[in-house]
């Protein structure tokens, strides 16, 4: 039975870092952006009763899209900032099919 490899040191800080900070930056700008929309906090639990169907819903969409974007800017700036260091892709990483 093949052994896989381990992926580098550098792809996980590169990796585990930026989803972090992803994660933390988008909920910050998502919380901010809605406040801006609506004049009011995001629900904190859209499943409570207290919230409207619209209101959940629209929550819902909004955070996450904005998490899943944030997300994907990271992880291909990772990407990026990864195959600048080395030359190659990160492991797992293929090129455009």
């Known amino acids: 039975m093949a052994r896989t490899q381990k992926p580098p040191l550098t792809w996980k800080l590169l990796g585990t870092g930026s989803a972090t900070l992803s994660g933390i930056a988008a909920r910050k700008l998502t919380d901010a952006a809605w406040y801006a929309a609506r004049g009011k906090t995001p629900p904190k639990n859209p499943a409570a009763p207290g919230v409207s169907w ?22 291909r700036g990772a990407a990026a900032a990864y195959q600048s260091l080395t030359g190659k892709l990160p492991p797992g990483i293929n090129e455009a099919s």
């Open 54 to 75: 619209p209101e959940a819903l629209a929550w819902a969409a909004f955070s996450g899209l904005t998490v899943a974007g944030g997300r994907l800017l990271a992880a």
